[in-house]
């Protein structure tokens, strides 16, 4: 089982930065995929960022450029380093371990963490 903590959200003003972090315990493997995603008020989650093991990153258009996801393999940990924040980044953001096991995807989420943008 694998257990995810965030912490790092909070109200920015438009332009501003915040960097997430989120811990993971249990057992993490090279081949799980780490990230984090998203989701406002009316909307479905979406993927933000992802990074593998390896260091490859995959993001949305909407961020690129702006956030950058890394990962501290050794502290099973993954961050997301938001620059040039925009009112529509308010969202709550979850962390998310994806591991594929014999072609089946398991998800697990943390708590999730506000982050408001905001004059």
């Known amino acids: 089982q694998v257990q995810l903590v965030e912490s790092g959200g909070g109200l920015v003003q438009p332009g501003g930065s915040l960097r997430l972090s989120c811990v993971a315990s249990?057992?993490?493997?090279?081949?799980?995929?780490m990230g984090w995603y998203r989701q406002a008020p009316g909307n479905q989650r979406e993927l933000v960022a992802s990074?593998?093991?390896?260091?490859?990153?995959n993001y949305a258009d909407s961020v690129k450029g702006r956030f950058t996801v890394s990962r501290d393999n050794a502290k099973n940990t993954v961050y997301l380093q938001m620059n040039s924040l925009k009112a529509e980044d308010t969202a709550v953001y979850y962390c998310?371990?994806?591991?594929?096991?014999?072609?089946?995807?398991?998800?697990?989420w943390g708590q999730g963490t506000q982050v408001t943008v905001s004059s």
């Open positions: 998310n371990v994806g591991r594929t096991r014999w072609s089946t995807r398991y998800d697990y």
């Open positions: 990074i593998t093991s390896g260091g490859r990153t």
């Open positions: 249990g057992n993490i493997f090279n081949s799980d995929v």
